[in-house]
């Protein structure tokens, strides 16, 4: 059965402590690893997408890798706006739809 | 360029009522999904369509029904609303299968209690 982990749950920084989150994933053939942030109310916000292990992108303070098992995204000197549910899904081979974690609330303080 | 809206926004119904969703795009996607998201378990996928005029389940599907009659719109209907179907709802397109272009894009959501 495909599976998205993502850890932390919760994850607070001060402001300009770097640090990263980790999706862990098991799927039947990865067509596509995806990055999302979501603020409170809103609907999910694309950042990455992430289709072969070794693969790296880079958005502002953002850093996303992939490996064969797991996804890191990277976050570089944050700041309060980057507070935020950080969601990660996978689409495998077979699959039409996403399947998301349960997502990493970042709180980032001055 | 709107991206994906849906209506409405907020929304309460009583116990047995009905009602339905309305997700439009202006991207000329052609596929389009239906979530719900409910606390402490990830988005997960009621219904999805590839294509004007076709539907298909995804992973929690009963108590729901949807349409595509139209390629940028994609209707969620609950028949008979219960308390376990309080949730919110997001809808998502994307234009193709293939690598590059399989971003699903969201909606902002739609907030359903149903009492």
């Known amino acids: 059965e495909d599976q998205v982990t993502q850890s932390p749950e919760a994850l607070r920084l001060q402001e300009g402590e770097s640090s990263s989150l980790n999706c862990s994933y098991t799927?039947?053939?990865?067509?596509?690893l995806f990055w999302y942030r979501q603020d409170p109310g809103k609907g999910p916000e694309f950042l990455f997408t992430?289709?072969?292990a070794g693969e790296e992108k880079e958005k502002e303070r953002l850093k996303a890798t992939l490996t064969k098992k797991e996804s890191f995204l990277h976050i570089t000197a944050p700041k309060p706006e980057d507070s935020a549910t950080y969601l990660c899904?996978?689409?495998?081979?077979?699959?039409?739809?996403?399947?998301f974690g349960k997502g990493t609330t970042l709180s980032v303080s001055s | 360029n709107a991206g994906v809206t849906q209506t409405p926004k907020f929304r309460v119904l009583k116990t047995g009522q009905s009602m339905t969703l309305l997700c439009a795009q202006d991207?000329?996607?052609?596929?389009m999904y239906w979530y719900r998201q409910d606390p402490g378990m990830g988005l997960r996928l009621i219904h999805y369509?590839?294509?004007?005029?076709?539907?298909a389940k995804g992973e929690v599907p009963d108590g729901y029904n949807v349409s595509r009659l139209k390629k940028q719109n994609f209707l969620l209907g609950l028949e008979s609303a219960a308390p376990s179907q309080t949730s919110v709802y997001f809808c998502?397109?994307?234009?193709?299968?293939?690598?590059?272009?399989?971003?699903?894009?969201f909606g902002p959501g739609t907030r359903l209690t149903v009492l």
């Open positions: 998502a397109s994307s234009y193709s299968l293939r690598d590059g272009t399989d971003t699903q894009y």
């Open positions: 799927v039947s053939g990865l067509r596509g």
């Open positions: 992430l289709y072969s």
């Open positions: 899904a996978v689409r495998s081979q077979a699959g039409t739809a996403l399947i």
């Open positions: 991207m000329n996607h052609e596929y």
């Open positions: 369509s590839v294509g004007e005029g076709t539907t």
